[in-house]
């Protein structure tokens, strides 16, 4: 915290005058101080409310019958285990996501667990469960139309060496705003 009081103020004022304008600084506050720690406190209780609600109606969307899956002791066992990438522990993982309010990732973690237990998702087929992209193609091929047995006329290497030397023309040509 930044301190307002300098040394002088201190060899002016001397030490004892300083501490009882301190004390009565803090006295006179202590009130308004209370007041907005507890309008933050409540502001923080409706923002965490609205969380846990706004993550609960993405996973009965996305995740039916997440509600049991929670209650099972087996996906609780399942949490305390490493996440095998990371190595952090997928409960921390799971806590830190629902901290960050990304119910997808929350929602995630239902879904690993099901996958471990070789289990599908409960409930439809949703949009966010079909692939985004395309299949890859199955061969690789570089060939346009048909094969050819003639020899391509490219050249195959890169010219050794530039026609002009480097600089010869001497001209400096700028774009952009002037002044």
């Not at 009130?31 to 409310?49: K, T, Y």
């Amino acid at each position: 915290m930044a301190s307002y009081l300098t040394l002088e103020d201190e060899r002016n004022f001397g030490p004892e005058l300083l501490d009882v304008a301190t004390r009565a600084a803090r006295h006179a506050l202590a009130p308004e101080l209370q007041q907005l720690r507890d309008e933050n406190q409540a502001l923080q209780d409706q923002l965490d409310s609205a969380t846990k609600m706004s993550i609960d109606q993405y996973l009965d969307a996305h995740v039916p019958n997440w509600r049991s899956i929670n209650a099972d002791e087996r996906f609780h066992n399942w949490l305390l285990q490493p996440e095998p990438y990371s190595g952090i522990i997928r409960d921390r993982l799971l806590k830190d996501a629902a901290h960050a309010a990304n119910a997808s990732r929350v929602a995630s973690f239902f879904k690993g667990f099901l996958a471990a237990a070789g289990q599908a998702p409960a409930g439809p087929c949703t949009a966010a469960s079909v692939p985004i992209l395309p299949p890859p193609p199955g061969l690789l091929s570089i060939t346009n139309c048909c094969p050819s047995r003639s020899d391509s006329h490219c050249p195959i290497r890169r010219a050794v060496m530039s026609d002009a030397p480097a600089g010869a023309v001497g001209t400096i040509r700028r774009t952009g705003r002037v002044g």
